[in-house]
């Protein structure tokens, strides 16, 4: 009696982990080991769920780690993915310096970053790619069309999910619509999302693990626990005094 082959019950997240391999670093007090994130000892960071969510501010190095899990996944540097790579994968970063810890490892994917985005997406109306995306050239729709026109196209079965700043091309509506979009294909268990971002819509993801990108480490915090969530919490319980409170010595 032959036996039915076993399905393959592995489910995102497929990247486990990241560390810094210390002892292959070259100047810790240069750039980008001099982050105070990445110089907190040891560096690394465990994905145990299928989405997690990179918050800090301008500067703590959210882009550049997001950057350094793209080298790791073989995407371009400025987006893209090992088909649409923007950005070469020979400049100096940060992954160089990375161990990963896969189960299994996956090469499917896509990554987008806020300020390469439309250079991104120029270069994918270059290769003639227009027919995937309803037969619509992207550089003819809105910054908020495009990247969730991408999104839907891309973010299809197995593979790692990068965003840095989603929210810089979308509205709060068109957030929801994304986060729709992530929920849906979390849903089928073969999609692992890692996003950079400073919008506490985002970060309320359900069940996301928010890790707060601090001077002395990473912290995992809930989101209301962010300074995003609260400055905006003030903000929106009285938007007077709030203003008033800011613009006063």
């Known amino acids: 009696m032959s036996r039915r082959p076993r399905e393959n019950v592995l489910r ?13 670093v070259p100047d810790v007090q240069a750039y980008p080991f001099s982050i105070p994130v990445i110089a907190a000892e040891p560096f690394r960071i465990d994905f145990t769920k299928a989405v997690t969510i990179l918050v800090g501010t301008n ?6 780690i997001l950057e350094a899990i793209a080298h790791l996944c073989g995407f371009g ?9 923007s950005g070469d994968q020979d400049g100096e970063t940060l992954g160089k ?3 990963a810890g896969w189960l299994p490892k996956v ?9 390469t985005f439309s250079g991104l997406v120029g270069q994918i109306d270059g290769f003639g790619a227009e027919d995937a995306y309803g037969g619509r050239s992207l550089t003819e729709r809105s910054h908020g069309e495009a990247y969730l026109e991408i999104f839907r196209s ?5 593979g790692v999910f990068l965003f840095d700043e989603p929210e810089a091309a979308l509205s ?13 294909a979390e849903r089928g ?3 692992q999302f890692i996003m950079a971002t400073h919008s506490p819509l985002l970060m309320a993801y359900p069940g996301a693990t928010v890790l707060h990108l601090t001077d002395f480490g990473i912290l995992e915090r809930p989101f209301q626990q962010t300074e995003h969530f609260q400055v905006l919490r003030e903000f929106y319980l009285d938007p007077d005094s709030f203003m008033d409170a800011i613009f006063t010595d």
């Open 97 to 99: 310096y990375l161990r």
């Open 12 to 24: 995102a997240p497929y990247l486990k982990s990241i560390a810094l391999m210390a002892d292959r």
């Open 77 to 85: 540097r400025l987006g893209g993915n090992q088909n649409y790579a």
């Open 154 to 158: 891309r973010v299809q079965g197995k």
């Open 189 to 191: 268990g073969e999609a």
């Open 59 to 64: 500067g703590s190095g959210k882009s550049t």
């Open 172 to 184: 709060p509506s068109r957030q929801i619509d994304f986060l729709k979009l992530v929920k849906a």
């Open 107 to 115: 090469a499917r994917g896509f990554y987008t970053r806020a300020e």
